[in-house]
């Protein structure tokens, strides 16, 4: 199946910092881009819907100030966490639709993000 | 939008048994439903999808129904195997927006030995 890369898998930053989490389709191209927020034993919230050459968009609740997405190619989205604080401690996830079918999801392996 | 509801949040069987997940959904012009398997810390898997117009998908140990009428599918495993235990989500595709998946709150199975 297609493969979605995601890095960094695990990262740790000091509270006001700013964090960039990267998603790559690798063998496939995305022209959507799904970035989802999971709490613990929990399901996946979606956060905002990215597609390429246009903004972002985002949920309701979800400060698109504080969470920066870019889309800008078929194969590479990008979320910076902006000014993170220990509240923003979460798993995310992307997510990318294949352009060749617009209907199968696939998914990166996270980021486990720790603000201190 | 669309609002998908998932039972049960735990599922616990014994090695070899079937398990049995439901989900709901609201929009009636849904037309995608996949289901997904999430390990611990990992990335969900999309372990068998179904679209509107088939009432039935077969793969191996896993099969989904879809009940369209009562807007309602499910996922059934036989001969379930430890390697089975994992948080199972299943999800709705809405044809309006951008056809984002709407995920259930999943069910985390485990297989007993």
């Known amino acids: 199946g297609a493969v979605v890369s995601q890095h960094p898998s695990r990262v740790i930053c000091k509270s006001g910092t700013s964090v960039k989490i990267e998603c790559r389709s690798l063998?496939?191209?995305?022209?959507?881009m799904f970035w989802y927020r999971q709490f613990p034993k929990q399901s996946l919230m979606l956060m905002a819907t990215?597609?390429?050459?246009?903004?972002?968009?985002?949920e309701q609740g979800v400060e698109k100030d504080k969470f920066l997405i870019n889309h800008a190619s078929l194969t590479l989205s990008t979320l910076t966490v902006t000014s993170a604080h220990p509240e923003d401690s979460s798993f995310y996830i992307c997510?990318?639709?294949?352009?060749?079918?617009?209907?199968?999801?696939?998914f990166g392996s996270g980021t486990q993000l720790s603000v201190l | 939008g669309e609002n998908v509801e998932q039972h049960p949040s735990t599922l616990s069987v014994q090695e070899g048994d079937s398990a049995v997940i439901k989900c709901t959904y609201s929009?009636?012009?849904?037309?995608?439903f996949p289901w997904y398997k999430q390990e611990l810390g990992k990335r969900p898997q999309l372990i068998i999808d179904?679209?509107?117009?088939?009432g039935e998908k077969k793969d191996q140990r896993i099969a989904v129904t879809l009940n369209k009428t009562a807007k309602h599918f499910s996922l059934h495993i036989t001969e379930t195997q430890p390697e089975d235990s994992a948080v199972y989500f299943c999800?709705?595709?809405?044809?309006?927006?951008?056809?984002?998946?709407?995920f259930g709150k999943g069910t985390m199975l485990l297989v007993s030995p």
């Open positions: 997510s990318a639709r294949d352009r060749r079918t617009n209907e199968k999801l696939f």
């Open positions: 063998d496939f191209q995305a022209t959507t």
């Open positions: 990215s597609n390429e050459g246009s903004k972002a968009t985002y």
């Open positions: 929009d009636s012009a849904s037309n995608y």
């Open positions: 179904i679209r509107s117009n088939v």
């Open positions: 999800a709705a595709r809405s044809r309006s927006g951008y056809s984002t998946l709407t």
